[in-house]
């Protein structure tokens, strides 16, 4: 019935296919992605509105969204930063190893977080090669909140990277030349001039970073101290009721990083489509 | 030409601090992953590499990798081809909806799995009466590599097609041609890249999965064990140049995606100058 | 190049791994040897490696049968977790009680598990020790020492790891002894030891390398027989082992998993390999990986490896496991208000 109006309103269209890529579509996403959330929601709906407000407000919980919130901001400002950084040289200037920087720049997304995190904690705990230098200096990583950003940091590099460098790519030149030769110096002129055009990519780069931050396990578990109230995150948290046979307190966390993580993808996904046309089309 | 930042010093400053970051962040990790697992010279990697237990992971990686890219290429296609050449209501929700596993810890993903294909979750109960296991054996671990990466290609697809609009399909159905010929002749050498593109990035993430895998793999030595669960066990029982072999195979793969990456986009980047 | 022509490659491609899957990992067939399942702790790759291969022999002597062992490692709740949800393991060999009670509520394993092999269940035991950097710098004999203000304590979260529950519930027993059971001194000693924990773990090999390899913190709590593999592992000269007057009983239970075992068609094969555990040859292969076993020709063989300690047992000092688990690390419970701040 419902298959039928919507045939009705989408036969204005002249493209076949409609039927067949609707069916497979639809079925795919039940079978893989719904049917097994409803089991979610199934153990949410034993708990009552009290019992799951006191789960997700523990103390030792909420001091867990406070670290995984702290340092997936920090590592999304980082990116953001650095993200910039390499897209603007990358588009703009030439220099030996430019193409390997430039291939390197998605090896997070290439390489298992669970390398990462391994990897991670043997280069920057107090015996690593980066690690026992910054600890000269008084800067110990692991074990710490900045080890997190860290880890979180390195999984989310490519977000930034590749969502502003496309539009710097396509920006024309005539929009610098204006800028340069009304004598304006170059800081004033690339904030003035440059960065209004590429700030929509920049918050959508900087936003992806940081909900990909906020789900990260894989990389962090391994360099995280899993001490309570300091260095517990959110996803060790779920990972801890499970192991307690606590589905429910499992799931009441877990939905409301799904929650949030949500949202925001809502949010960047509409604000995406005001700004922005050409995101992810920037590989091809 | 004057452009923004085209003076030497500001130039080579800028340079400098990017090569510097670079190395420092993703250059040093992937020289130590090679170094640990060369630690002990060429002979103990190659027996660390043929160990029975690091071959039979590497089987399994192989099969779920072969069984999760083409699932996802199919639906990615039909998912693509439906939110951006017909107009219906839901169409953003669908969208929003192909983001969850983005938005899901792996973790979870691998718990609402257990839940319900668990002997105790419905789907797995009634499963169990046949005798059919579905958890802790590879068809599961398929099904959350599955779910993990279905949003790759689809994601991929989705903003290229929009922005090319739907025009020279419409002409070829003027003329005659039928949905499968439109595909393939239209649709198809428009949008290869980008699936290529979406292919590899699938592929990158269905052999390294590992909080999802974990949850539902049961870390069974030489069964149920994919390569990062392998990395992972290694590195617990201090064998930390097995740890780090195991690593270094999915390093190399790595290396492979992003050269294989860097290929697609030098060659269109040629198309396009010729063009 | 992406072409139908490749597209359908990769179909007949995956349509042969799914054949080859099928007939590799599918069920055993007939005329191939029978497999046991062993779902174990973490710490026990290397002791079970070592035993499986004998008791293979072992088999073969006595039923002219060739079978083979599989094992699974993990914690030891997310195994008995997974067991319940449908991992198919014939035998568990567990480093917790609770675990195994788990399994038996849920119809399992049968409700007298306990009863049914030798001392309680449990074919080898240990008990809490500490591994201390050379030549014990910070002066560590006994558990007070670790709730002073200058020593940092490195073993695995106790929600998580039951090595780490060991800990906190032999810290507990010694409290409970050294103050008479006056529970606000108690209380008082545990928040202060809690409060020297550097490194919170989810398990046992995260805290030794945590504590080895990234060199962080005093001590090491963890496995008497742990302690002593970690120093053979890493070299008898940059630790030593400290070995606690009082501490807790450690039993490391087995049973069968009746429900699979009997499915599998493995039923006479799992009971003969907790057998086999009780065996002279097997406790010898146990004392070799330092845990203390009851065979009394071997323990007598092995007694300079161990230390005389009282050993406390968890049900003298806590009532029971359940009502342990129950007071002490259930959500809210004991140890939740300890570290709250």
Known sequence: MIAATLRRRASRRVLPGFGLSLGVTLTFVSLILLLPLTSLVGQLSQLSLSQYWFLISDPRILASYRVTLLAAAVAALFNAAFGLLMAWVLVRYEFPGKRLVDALMDLPFALPTAVAGVTLATLYSSQGWVGRWLETLGLPIAYTWVGIALAMAFTSIPFVVRTVQPILEDLPSEVDEAAVTLGARDGHAFRRVILPHLWPALVTGTGLAFVRSLGEFGAVIFIAGGKPFETEITSLMIFVKLQEYDYAGATAVASIVLATSLALLLVINLWQGRFTRRLHGGGA | MIRIGDAPGVRRLLIGVALVLTALFLLLPLVAIFAQALMGGIDLYWQNLSDRYTLAAIGLTLLVTLLTVPINLVFGIFLAWLVTRFNFPGRRLLQTLIDIPFAVSPVVAGLVYLLLYGRNGWLGGWLDGYDIQIMFAWPGIVLVTIFVTCPFVARELIPLMQAQGAREEEAAVTLGASGWTIFRRVTLPKIRHALLYGVILTNARAVGEFGAVSVVAGAIRGQTNTLPLQVEQLYQDYNTVGAFTSASLLALLALLTLAAKAALEWRAARRESLA | ?341
């Open chain 3, 1 to 341: 190049m992406l072409r139908l022509a490749s597209s359908r490659r990769w179909f007949a491609a995956s349509t042969l791994g799914l054949a080859l899957a099928l007939g590799s990992i599918g069920p055993a067939q007939a005329d191939q040897p029978r497999e046991l399942l062993n779902a174990s702790y973490d710490i026990a790759r290397e002791l079970f490696a070592a035993v499986n291969p004998k008791f293979v022999d072992w088999w073969q002597q006595q039923h002219d049968e060739q079978v083979s062992v599989k094992q699974s490692h993990g914690g030891s709740s997310t195994q008995a977790r997974s067991i319940m949800q449908g991992l198919r393991a014939d035998v568990v060999t567990f480093n917790q009680v609770t675990d195994v009670n788990v399994l038996a509520d849920a119809g399992l394993v049968a409700k007298d598990w306990q009863a049914q092999y030798p001392n309680h269940a449990s074919p080898y035991y240990s008990t809490t020790a500490f591994l201390v950097r050379k030549g014990n710098p910070k002066q560590i004999e006994n558990w007070d020492d670790l709730a002073r203000d200058d020593v940092e304590l490195v073993f695995p979260n106790p929600k998580t790891s039951g090595n780490g529950r060991y800990t906190y519930l032999a810290a507990w027993a010694y409290a409970d002894q050294a103050f008479d059971g006056d529970k606000a001194k108690i209380e008082a000693y545990m928040k202060r030891f809690l409060g020297n924990v550097e490194v919170f773990d989810t398990g046992g090999r995260g805290a030794t390398t945590t504590f080895v390899e990234r060199g962080i913190g005093d001590v090491l709590i963890t496995f008497e027989s742990e302690v002593n593999n970690i120093r053979s592992e890493y070299g008898q000269d940059g630790y030593e082992v400290v070995v606690p007057p009082v501490s807790i009983l450690a039993e490391f239970p087995v049973a069968v998993v009746e429900e699979y075992a009997e499915r599998n068609g493995n039923l006479d094969l799992a009971k003969g390999y907790l057998d086999y555990l009780y065996t002279e040859e097997a406790q010898r292969l146990l004392a070799g990986f330092n845990y203390r076993v009851n065979d009394e020709a071997v323990a007598a063989e092995f007694s300079d490896r161990f230390p005389q300690t009282e050993l406390l047992r968890v049900e003298d000092v806590f009532g029971s496991w359940p009502e342990a688990m129950k007071t002490h690390f259930a959500s809210g419970g004991e140890l939740d208000q300890l570290q709250r701040r």
